[in-house]
């Protein structure tokens, strides 16, 4: 299955025209993804996973603990964010489509949504957090339904 959120048009084909192959915009129709395709398309599950795996092999910080092991568990939250965009790009672009820069754009937003509907270290070091973790389970439930809702432009 792809990754990338069908828009209802192929984005490009191969067509040959003399010795070498020559890319063409496509004009056949495809199936458009509906509203939970859209929304499971948007997730970035896989880096949401691979924030979970990185945080789970750093030990939790203890009281009067230096601030190594919480530089480490930020530096990852931000290491995968960074990753996000970069595995989309190179998700939605496959088969030699152009970047589905809606998609791209929603899954970067939408990590540190998730970040904070998990909880845990790091962000449950913020102080503010500790009685207001509710707030990242709302966030989410908003996000992800709005976020399904937005589809991307055809051939875009």
Known sequence: MSRRIATGVHDSEIRHFGPEP???????HVAEEDF????????????VGLYLAARG????????DDN????????????????VPVFFWFATTRNGNKPLLLQI????????????????PPVSLLPWYANH????????????????????????
């Open 22 to 28: 020559v890319k063409e915009p496509a004009r056949a």
């Open 36 to 47: 939970l395709g859209r929304l499971l398309k948007y997730i970035p599950a896989e880096i």
């Open 57 to 64: 092999v750093i030990p939790l910080p203890r009281p009067h």
């Open 68 to 83: 190594d092991t919480i530089l480490a568990l930020w530096i990852v939250a931000s290491a995968c964010w960074i990753f």
């Open 105 to 120: 754009t929603l899954a970067t937003i939408a990590f540190p949504v998730w970040v904070f509907a998990v909880g845990g």
């Open 133 to 156: 973790q509710y707030v990242g389970s709302i966030l989410l439930m908003f996000t992800t339904f709005i976020f399904g809702m937005l589809k991307p432009l055809p051939g875009i």
